[in-house]
């Protein structure tokens, strides 16, 4: 199973920013798709952002032109990077990765709580 560590979550005001980082097994950075869903009580989770194998990067349009999600190999960790911070953007953050975007995902990391008011 692919190992996965979300941390940077927290309370930010609207208009804020926040970076998650997501530590990932090494072997998943390098060959997977990773992506960053979120969910809010009663709601389906929701896909926010992916990045493939060859850097292509994908978004929910809710968060276009505000989070860019990145990858240090180096490190083996995901980035989301989360601008112009709105309460709707509050959630529980998952970090989560499958051998291609398209699939359903099947590896997730336990989440981290964002909080916008």
């Known amino acids: 199973d692919v190992q996965l560590v979300e941390s940077g979550g927290g309370s930010v005001q609207t208009g804020g920013s926040l970076r998650l980082s997501c530590a990932a097994s090494?072997?998943?950075?390098?060959?997977?798709?990773q992506a960053w869903f979120r969910q809010t009580p009663g709601q389906e989770r929701e896909r926010v952002a992916a990045i493939d194998t060859d850097g292509t990067t994908s978004y929910a349009d809710s968060v276009k032109d505000r989070f860019t999600i990145s990858r240090d190999r180096s490190a083996n960790t995901v980035y989301l990077e989360m601008d112009k911070l709105r309460p709707e953007d509050t959630a529980m953050y998952y970090c989560?990765?499958?051998?291609?975007?398209?699939?359903?995902?099947?590896?997730w990391g336990q989440g981290t709580q964002v909080t916008v008011s």
């Open positions: 989560a990765s499958e051998l291609a975007c398209a699939f359903e995902f099947g590896d």
């Open positions: 090494a072997y998943a950075v390098a060959y997977y798709c």
